[in-house]
DNA sequence: CGGGTTTGACCGGCGC
DNA sequence: GCGCCGGTCAAACCCG
């Protein structure tokens, strides 16, 4: 139905919600988690959403989906407006808009990795780049070595959380913070620490509503699961995303804030939690999904959702994603996606 | 001392 | 061409 408009105009993004008080994107209840997951390969990004004042005709809430309150929230004692019918969210993302383009994606980014993991080990491994570097002292930046970077694959999640920073179990190194036009609230940027991996993350919260955070992820991760002890010794056994480690520095027990794929916490606190599975109509469409019914979840990390969610081959995500849709999504659900339907 | 944050400057893309 | 703006760099600083 309408969630077929998407890719036509806003190829990147698809579904969301904000439910925000009063006006918010999407009539998701107040108080709710609010997640969108998409992808943004140049065109308009959640960023552009936000600033406009109501939704682009061809952003469509595709579903509402049960999705566990934020668990900082719960941590904190907010009150999260849960209701009977679970958090209404929406969840949802695409994955590709073009085999070519993602093709390409994927060979700048193998670049771009190694690019990134020598700057961060340069200072003496980078000869090209540091010579040119400390003579010019800094007036010449190391050339680019692609001239034009298509953009990586980018997944944001909305949260409605206090917290600045949600912790994600990976560990995180803060490289900059740039104020943001027409926005109070300042955009972070992120690098994850592990060597070799250049996944990067954006964290700012939406000037329409405050309570939002927008935590975009761009790479996807070259190592498989948090490479923190920290991390990995708070990590469920279940291939759950985060815990409550605190990957940034400074977030500390405040950014108990494993929001996303923090499965054990998700299981507790709603353990019937249906689950939310979205095939993008793209033909290499992806899927995100949150399985609560069983230990496994298929959120364990964004990097293994892009391996395995995002960017499967198109017979393969349609034949895996309709298996879990039929134990996981309810039939009614399952109808009115226009995926199913095709 | 190592690792992370802060913050001003720089760079490049893009629109006008 | 110019200016705006997003993204990044890197020195200084902070903290455990």
Same mark, same amino acid.
């Given at each position: 139905? &309408?969630?077929?408009?998407?890719?036509?105009?806003?190829?990147?993004?698809?579904?969301? /919600?904000?439910?925000? /008080?009063? =006006? @918010?994107?999407?009539?998701?209840?107040?108080?709710?988690?609010?997640?969108? &997951?998409?992808?943004?390969? @140049?065109?308009?990004?959640?960023?552009?959403?936000?600033?406009?004042?109501?939704?682009?005709?061809?952003?469509?809430?595709?579903?509402?989906?049960?999705?566990? $309150? $934020?668990?900082? &929230?719960?941590?904190? =004692?907010?009150?999260?407006?849960?209701?009977?019918?679970?958090?209404?969210?929406?969840?949802?993302?695409?994955?590709?808009?073009? /085999? &070519?383009?993602?093709?390409?994606?994927?060979?700048?980014?193998?670049?771009?990795?190694?690019?990134?993991?020598?700057? %961060?080990?340069?200072?003496?491994?980078?000869?090209?780049?540091?010579?040119?570097?400390?003579?010019?002292?800094?007036?010449?930046?190391?050339?680019?070595?692609?001239?034009?970077?298509?953009?990586?694959?980018?997944?944001?999640?909305?949260?409605?959380?206090?917290?600045?920073?949600?912790?994600?179990?990976?560990?995180?190194?803060?490289?900059?913070?740039? +104020? #943001?036009?027409?926005? $109070?609230?300042?955009?972070?940027?992120?690098?994850?620490?592990?060597? +070799?991996?250049?996944?990067?993350?954006?964290?700012?919260? *939406?000037?329409?509503?405050?309570?939002? #955070?927008?935590?975009?992820?761009?790479?996807?991760?070259?190592?498989?699961?948090?490479?923190?002890?920290? =991390?990995?010794?708070?990590?469920?056994?279940?291939?759950?995303?985060?815990?409550?480690?605190?990957?940034?520095?400074?977030?500390?027990?405040?950014?108990?804030?494993?929001?996303?794929?923090?499965?054990?916490?998700?299981?507790?606190?709603?353990?019937?939690?249906?689950?939310?599975?979205?095939?993008?109509?793209?033909?290499?469409?992806? *899927?995100? *999904?949150?399985?609560?019914?069983?230990?496994?979840?298929?959120?364990?990390?964004?990097?293994?959702?892009?391996?395995?969610?995002?960017?499967?081959?198109?017979?393969?995500?349609?034949?895996?994603? %309709?298996?879990?849709?039929?134990?996981?999504?309810?039939?009614?659900?399952?109808?009115?996606?226009?995926?199913?339907?095709?």
């Amino acid at each position: 139905m &309408a969630n077929t408009t998407f890719s036509d105009q806003i190829p990147a993004v698809h579904g969301g /919600g904000i439910g925000g /008080g009063g =006006g @918010g994107f999407f009539d998701v209840p107040q108080g709710y988690l609010d997640m969108l &997951a998409f992808q943004d390969y @140049g065109g308009v990004s959640i960023f552009d959403l936000l600033q406009q004042p109501t939704p682009p005709a061809s952003l469509v809430v595709e579903q509402h989906v049960a999705v566990p $309150p $934020p668990v900082a &929230a719960v941590e904190r =004692g907010e009150t999260v407006n849960t209701p009977t019918t679970q958090n209404s969210s929406s969840v949802s993302c695409s994955s590709n808009e073009g /085999g &070519a383009n993602n093709v390409d994606q994927e060979n700048h980014r193998r670049s771009d990795v190694v690019e990134d993991d020598q700057e %961060h080990h340069d200072d003496g491994d980078d000869d090209e780049d540091d010579q040119e570097k400390s003579t010019t002292n800094k007036q010449l930046k190391p050339k680019k070595k692609n001239p034009k970077k298509p953009r990586e694959p980018r997944f944001a999640f909305l949260t409605k959380t206090d917290i600045d920073h949600l912790d994600d179990g990976y560990r995180w190194r803060k490289y900059g913070q740039k +104020a #943001v036009k027409n926005s $109070p609230y300042p955009r972070s940027y992120h690098r994850c620490t592990s060597v +070799a991996c250049g996944v990067k993350k954006r964290v700012e919260r *939406s000037s329409d509503d405050p309570s939002i #955070v927008i935590t975009t992820y761009e790479g996807t991760h070259t190592h498989p699961y948090p490479m923190t002890p920290r =991390g990995i010794g708070i990590l469920p056994e279940t291939r759950s995303y985060g815990g409550f480690s605190t990957g940034d520095h400074g977030g500390g027990v405040n950014s108990v804030s494993s929001y996303l794929f923090t499965q054990p916490y998700y299981q507790n606190l709603q353990p019937q939690l249906p689950t939310y599975f979205h095939n993008q109509n793209t033909p290499s469409s992806s *899927s995100l *999904s949150f399985n609560t019914t069983n230990a496994t979840t298929h959120l364990s990390s964004y990097s293994h959702l892009q391996e395995r969610r995002f960017c499967p081959s198109p017979s393969s995500t349609l034949v895996t994603d %309709h298996g879990l849709l039929e134990d996981l999504v309810p039939f009614q659900i399952r109808k009115d996606d226009p995926k199913e339907q095709n």
